[in-house]
């Protein structure tokens, strides 16, 4: 009894495990964001574009799912020559997504399939659009149409793996980093050129502000010596004239007052004169009974 309960188990076991492997290779969902076909030995068989349960031949046939949202190549930079041969490094992108997945799975099979063929066939087309434009319309306002034209070909060609490709766009646009260092050396050069330009025309600048100042400097102190002889030409004319009128009152007060204003000038301490006894510099010195 023991036995045949044990193999009653076992075989239910068993049987539950099959039946769930019929159902696991019957039922399978499809979610909102996929799209699938389904192939027998290979051959199509029909194709699942509406998200929800559906059921297939176990065994048999077989589901191929595909994205259905938009996708993104981001190729690696490559290197490209411009109408004026100008050579530049392109880092681009490419946004596209599955609009036939049956034509897909015929032609590129899968993603990677396809990632590789798309990178191709941008790489080519923006190789030729950018060898038909110079290098200042590539970086500048050119830019947009260009990459439109790219995507317009690319998309003919690519429609062919039941793709639609929706835009090629630029992310950076540079110069070989040999260019670039050429191009800053360049760049170095000329603003150091233009630094020594200002330099020299400052310098020139100082040298007439300076030959201004000079000039006037000199007018200025002329102006003033000119006054100040003037100033004192009157001066002394006046006091000229004071003394003059001061000797018509009492010329003997006036020498006198001269003869004290020499002594005061020459007699000063240690000095020695060797002068006779009759001498005019003396004469107020003397004492009146000398004087007599």
């Known amino acids: 009894m023991k036995t045949k309960a044990i193999a009653i188990i ?38 699942i574009d509406e998200p929800g349960l559906n ?9 191929h799912l595909f994205e259905k949202r938009v996708l ?5 930079p490559a290197e490209y020559l411009t109408l004026d041969k100008k050579r530049l490094v392109i880092d681009s992108y490419t946004r596209w997504r599955i609009i036939n997945p049956l034509q897909f799975y015929k032609t590129v099979r899968n993603e990677l399939g396809a990632l590789a063929r798309l990178d191709g066939i941008v790489f080519s087309e923006l190789r030729t659009e950018l060898a038909s434009h110079n ?25 062919e793996f039941g793709i639609e490709l929706l835009d090629v766009r630029i992310k950076r646009a540079d110069l070989p980093q040999e260019v670039q260092d050429s191009v800053y050396a360049r760049m170095m050069a000329e603003r150091e050129r233009i630094a020594k330009l200002y330099r020299a025309e400052g310098e020139e600048q100082a ?4 030959a201004e100042a000079d000039k006037e400097e000199i007018i200025i102190l002329a102006d003033a010596y000119k006054v100040s002889k003037t100033l004192r030409g009157e001066g002394d004319a006046k006091a000229t ?52």
Request: aromatic share 12%.
């Open 10 to 47: 076992i075989g239910t076991v068993l049987a539950v495990i099959v039946v769930l492997m019929v159902v696991n290779q019957t039922v399978f969902t499809v979610d909102m964001t996929k799209q699938a076909i389904i192939t027998q030995f290979g051959e199509y068989k029909r194709t």
């Open 55 to 63: 059921f297939k031949i176990p065994f048999i046939q077989t589901v």
């Open 72 to 76: 993104v190549s981001d190729a690696p």
């Open 135 to 159: 290098f200042r319309e590539i970086i500048g306002a050119q830019r947009e149409p260009i990459m439109e034209n790219v995507a317009q070909k690319a998309s003919v060609i690519v429609s």
């Open 207 to 210: 040298r007439i502000i300076r």
């Open 241 to 292: 004239g004071i003394y003059a009128k001061a000797f018509e009152k009492d010329p003997e007060f006036y020498s006198f007052l001269r003869t004290l204003e020499a002594y005061e000038k020459f007699l000063v301490r240690g000095t020695t004169l060797v002068l006779g006894s009759d001498s005019e510099l003396f004469r107020y010195l003397k004492s009146p009974e000398a004087e007599k």
